[in-house]
């Protein structure tokens, strides 16, 4: 098993430029989570889905989009990229809510 | 509105002693609690849980404790070793809301 596999490890995006920020589990979890996190900060929830077809909004889901058309992805989208986007950027997902969250090895995305 | 306190952001500890690692919270519908640990470059790991019908739950070196009514929990290892050295998230799980709440961190060095 892979786990949570994130893709890009790293970018640089120019302000106004858009990516999206891949994410896959091959462990049949219903659940996925997008998080970032700043310098001497904890982890924000950007969106959230509990299934195939549920997204939803977590703290900080302003300047992102997100889609969950199939259990196993669940792909973030930043369509007008701007400085204060610049973090690191991790996956998660969880059977439920009560169980274990599993981590990707995150994303470092730079917006100059 | 920080939710999710960890008021200490570093730790140092000698080896073979214990680590307390603290956290606070303010949200009464958080009804799950778990600990997660971050080495860095690397997604968060989870480390141990505990439900808001518990006090006290533990798993080998790592014991957390649970204070519903000042709305604390505590992460205690014993005995702490240089490998534990790394970043601890507590984060906070509201089943009414499915999200998520993670605190800021602390920074825990275990001294050989």
């Known amino acids: 098993n892979a786990g949570v596999t994130q893709t890009p490890k790293f970018r640089i995006l120019k302000i106004g430029q858009s990516m999206t920020l891949q994410c896959a589990q091959d462990?049949?979890?219903?659940?996925m989570y997008w998080y970032r996190q700043d310098p001497g900060m904890g982890l924000k929830l950007i969106y959230y889905s509990v299934g195939a077809g549920i997204t939803d909004k977590g703290e900080v889901p302003n300047g992102y989009n997100v889609s969950r058309s199939t259990t196993e992805y669940f792909p973030l989208r930043l369509e007008l990229a701007a400085p204060s986007q610049t973090s690191v950027y991790f996956c998660?997902?969880?059977?439920?809510?009560?169980?274990?969250?599993?981590f990707g090895p995150g994303t470092r995305l730079t917006v100059l | 509105d920080q939710q999710v306190k960890q008021n200490s952001p570093s730790l140092s500890v000698q080896e073979g002693r214990i680590s307390i690692l603290n956290c606070d919270y303010t949200n009464s519908m958080f009804d799950y609690f778990l600990w997660y640990k971050k080495y860095p470059a690397e997604g968060p790991t989870f480390l141990i849980s505990?439900?808001?019908?518990?006090d006290k739950n533990e798993d080998g070196r790592f014991t957390v404790f649970l204070n519903k009514s000042a709305k604390h929990l505590s992460l205690h290892i014993v005995p702490s070793q240089p490998g534990d050295s790394a970043v601890y998230f507590c984060a906070a799980y509201d089943s009414g809301t499915y999200k998520y709440i993670f605190g800021t961190g602390t920074r825990l060095k275990v001294l050989a």
């Open positions: 998660a997902s969880s059977l439920s809510g009560y169980n274990e969250q599993f």
């Open positions: 505990i439900s808001s019908i518990k």
């Open positions: 462990m049949n979890h219903n659940y």
